[in-house]
């Protein structure tokens, strides 16, 4: 029988109901401007102040060092140039950051090699790991940022931030990392891990799309991407997005609550959903095990990774190959490379982003069709030999 089974939440995931309850009151009741002195204003201010605050104790940061933003790609844009803007007056051009970044990092990294900034790509291992050795070894005198993500979106593998914060701290380089995928799938502390600014992303996390946030820690210096009024202290200036800051406050706060609870129940789900699926001849998984606990990525030999989306779309499964942001384009995945896969074989991958509303159920009829999926579309394959 058919089911609807969405497993694409590393895409994007649904907002929680009861998120959406507290957000719907500053669309209606307080619908005032914050920065207004009347109630209904007020009452706008306060909300954002308490988000805000729920922010920063989900990272174990202070209120004033966190910012609002209108996406997690606003945010990488903003940590990135906007401290290099001040860096460079100081002498530093240089960024470190690895091959396999979100594309929010990654291009803003090449945006800013066209400007005068150099920037070092690492390499990920073939299990998508860096180290923070790697790390150590590229830091030159003219460093002035290392830009790491801390769990990838693709793969889901996750790096040793702790380490690399340790590095940067010695060597007094700043250091930014992308937490979209991480957060509420990891405890984050960004005192103890030394993180000096860190992007999130509200619709990853059951919140609303179209609002972020920008850790920046009390003494980092961020030149400001937009510029207008004093909303934010002045460094992210435009009337806020009440209701989705809101939303993003209160997806925090659940998302953050129990993250043991939620690794231990989704990553025996994620470890079933590998096992079984790679029974597939011809199968492999993609990352390493010290990976997010919702994610699952495989590559199926002699198939096109569309092709297979449309026809588990077809049986009512969402999930993705390559990230959202790339589809439509017919080069493989920029991960998938980074890692070393062949073409032929990245072309084939499938990511299932699953979390805690997963069930048995869904799993099983997963592993159902999927492999009849597979099947049939090598049967169809000119060039596929069993
Ligand atoms: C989704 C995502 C982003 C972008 O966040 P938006 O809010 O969609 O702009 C950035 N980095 C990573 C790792 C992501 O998964």
């Known amino acids: 029988m058919k089911r609807f089974v969405y497993a694409d939440n590393a895409a994007t995931t649904k907002v929680n109901d009861m998120v959406l309850t507290e957000m719907l009151p500053y669309f209606s009741e307080h619908y005032g401007n914050a920065s207004s002195i009347y109630s209904v204003g007020r009452d706008a201010k306060k909300a954002i102040e308490a988000a805000r ?9 202070t209120n004033q060092e966190i910012y609002f933003t209108g996406s997690g790609s606003e945010a990488d844009n903003w940590a990135i140039k906007g401290s290099m ?48 050795e790697q790390v150590e070894h590229a830091i030159r005198p003219e460093t002035g940022l290392v830009t790491i993500m801390y769990a990838n979106n693709e793969i889901g593998t996750i790096q040793p931030i702790t380490e690399i914060g340790a590095v940067c701290r010695e060597k007094k380089v700043w250091f930014h990392t992308d937490a979209v995928q991480a957060v509420g799938n990891i405890s984050i502390n960004v005192q103890a891990q030394n993180i000096d600014m860190l992007s999130l992303s509200g619709h990853k ?23 207008g009024g004093g909303q934010e202290s002045g460094k992210r200036p435009s009337t806020e997005n009440v209701a989705a800051i809101v939303g993003l406050g209160k997806a925090i706060e659940l998302a953050t609550a129990d993250i043991p609870k939620k690794v231990e129940q989704v990553s025996r789900m994620r470890d079933y959903l590998i096992e079984q699926g790679l029974k597939i001849p011809k199968s492999r998984l993609n990352g390493g ?50 890692i070393g896969l062949p073409h032929e074989i990245a072309h084939g991958s499938l990511r299932l982003s699953i979390n805690e509303h997963t069930t048995q ?26």
Request: charge should be negative; charged fraction near 20%.
């Open 53 to 61: 605050q729920k922010v920063a104790t989900a990272l174990n940061a």
């Open 85 to 132: 803007e001040f860096l460079k007056t100081k002498g530093k051009t240089h960024i470190i950051t690895t091959n396999f970044e979100h594309h929010a990092v990654l291009h803003t990294c090449q945006y800013l090699e066209k400007h005068g900034f150099e920037v070092t790509y690492l390499p990920v291992n073939q299990e998508g790991y860096i180290t923070a």
């Open 205 to 227: 996390i059951y919140g609303p799309k179209g609002v972020g946030v920008l850790y920046i820690k009390k003494g980092i210096r961020v030149e400001n991407l937009i510029h």
């Open 289 to 338: 095990m010290n990976r997010l606990c919702g994610n699952v990525n495989f590559s199926f030999e002699g198939l096109e990774g569309e092709a297979l989306l449309l026809m588990l779309d077809m049986n009512g499964i969402c999930g993705s190959s390559g990230s959202a942001c790339t589809s439509g384009s017919l080069d493989p995945s920029h991960v998938l490379m980074a």
């Open 361 to 386: 159920e869904d799993l099983d009829y997963i592993l159902e069709v999927l492999p009849k999926v597979v099947e049939r579309l090598r049967e169809m394959s000119p060039t596929w030999q069993a």
